[in-house]
């Protein structure tokens, strides 16, 4: 150890009365790249004597530490701590650390604690430049099932965030210095925006996936649709992370999703159910519009030949029972051969009527139930109407007797159907007994009502 000059190839050597004086300059000036991408650099010397030069640059913050004032560890108020001082850019500070600046003195006092300063000092700086294009991105997919098309898809997002520690706001920019140097830098000499980023991107991956689950799920967001929502996506994560972000002294400026994606395979499949889904969206609508074609064909042609929907359904009906084995089924199929020696159209269904209330029983007959016409035969035993041609009453199923003949001639009673009077001989003229038309002798029907003679 020389008694008259100092070992830091930093201090600046003067010459003095009392021996050989030293002084500090102590600057950060970034002249690289990679010295530029530095966030906060201890200055690589400690100890400064008294007088030494502390120079910030414009953005840039220095903290002080010296325990020049420690003090004891048992003593009240700020007793047993270093002194911190914080100065915000740009500025020229005279420091004062306790450290004789004469080498004669510092040396010597030195000398009686091990070659180490009694009185221990250093200098961080701060690096204050806004950074707004730190990136940030899911290391891991995020896997949850598509709403719309009920497939499970990995889901990866990519983004920049921005942040700064605080200078412009002097209210501010002490707290948020120490706080980050305290909370995240600790003792590292120099601490780097990948460092930066490494650090705050686990705290954004504990937000992000959440979110995505979220509004995938709940929202019942299709996977192909989240592009669209990339800006509410940003807003939401950036007033989630500003307070996360304070706690470490930093101001976030900015949060953004840039892009949201699945891979490959993932897309085919949904592409692939996509297609499925429509196609067979598209055979539902076309059968949809075949029934409602064939529909009104058959209104049209049931309009066209005189009935109803319900009167082609009770026909549908006997036509079953007709050819359905058993008791019920043998008198409905003599029922149905009944009903077409009634001719067509009310002829069949009164005579059906009939047979079905003779025939089926109480449960099987209340499923049909036609409806007496307003005009026609009156039945004598019950009073009901039915129609002229009915051989039975549709609702007692009384038998209508046919009218008396009487030959034209003599006036003697004639056999139904008779061609000539048994008394006299006479050439009976056939009628029909339901609408009087002559018939030709020999016919079995009526060529005006179709009634069976």
């Given at each position: ?17 009392l021996?050989a ?9 970034p002249?690289?790249d990679?010295?530029?991408?530095v ?33 004891d ?18 500025c ?19 000398a ?5 300063s009694?009185f221990?000092?250093t ?12 990136s ?12 719309e098309?009920d ?10 965030f921005?942040?700064?520690i605080?200078?412009?706001d ?6 948020q ?26 705290k ?10 979220n509004?995938?799920?709940r ?9 669209a929502?990339?800006t ?5 994560i950036y ?7 304070d ?8 949060f ?6 699945v891979?490959?395979?993932?897309l085919?499949?949904i592409n692939?159910?996509?297609i499925?889904?429509?196609t ?8 949809a ?13 049931r ?12 026909f ?14 043998n ?6 051969g009944?009903?077409?020696g ?12 009939n047979?079905?209330q003779?025939a089926m ?7 049909v139930q ?11 035993k ?14 007692c ?18 056999v ?11 050439k ?26």
């Open positions: 150890m020389k008694l008259f000059s100092s070992d830091n190839p930093k201090e600046k050597q003067h010459s003095g009365v021996g004086f030293s002084v500090d300059v102590i600057k950060w000036e002249e690289t990679q010295e530029a991408s966030i906060v650099h201890k200055f690589q010397y400690e100890d400064f004597p008294n007088g030494s030069y502390l120079i910030v640059g414009p953005s840039q913050m220095a903290i002080f530490t010296n325990n020049l004032n420690a003090g560890s048992e003593g009240n108020g700020e007793s047993g701590r270093a002194q911190l001082c914080t100065f915000i850019g740009p020229k500070i005279k420091l004062d650390t306790g450290d004789s600046r004469f080498s004669l003195f510092r040396n010597v006092s030195h009686l604690t091990g070659g180490e009694a221990h000092s200098v961080y700086f701060v690096n204050t430049t806004y950074m707004n294009d730190l940030w991105g899911t290391q891991a997919p995020v896997v949850v099932v598509d709403p098309e497939v499970n898809v990995h889901v990866r997002a990519f983004g920049l921005g942040v700064h605080e200078q412009v002097t209210t501010r920019a002490e707290v210095a120490r706080k980050f140097l305290q909370k995240v830098v600790g003792t590292r000499a120099d601490y780097t925006r990948d460092e930066l980023i490494t650090f705050m991107r686990a954004i991956l504990e937000y992000v996936p959440n979110l995505l689950a509004h995938i799920i929202e019942k967001i299709g996977v192909l649709k989240l592009s929502y990339l509410d996506f940003s807003k939401a007033d989630q992370l500003i307070e996360h972000f706690s470490f002294g930093l101001t976030l400026d900015n953004s999703f840039h892009n949201i994606n891979p490959d395979a993932d085919e499949i692939q159910a996509k499925q889904r429509k067979d969206q598209i055979k539902a609508e076309g059968a519009v075949k029934m409602d074609i064939e529909s009104a064909a058959r209104a049209r042609m309009e066209r030949e005189g009935y109803t929907f319900q009167q082609e359904q009770s549908n009906v006997l036509k079953s029972a007709a050819e359905n084995e058993g008791t019920a089924s008198l409905m199929g003599a029922g149905m009944l009903g077409m009634f001719g067509v159209g009310g002829a069949f269904q009164a005579g059906m009527g047979i079905i003779q029983p109480a449960k099987e007959n209340s499923q036609p409806t007496a016409p307003s005009s026609g035969k009156k039945c004598v019950c009073g009901a109407e039915n129609a002229e041609q009915a051989k039975f009453c549709l609702n199923g009384e038998k209508f007797v046919a009218a008396e003949i009487h030959c034209p001639e003599c006036g003697e009673k004639l139904p159907g008779a061609k000539f009077c048994m008394n006299c001989g006479h009976i003229e056939t009628s029909c007994p339901t609408c009087g038309t002559k018939v030709a002798p020999g016919a079995k029907f009526c060529p005006e009502c179709g009634t069976k003679l």
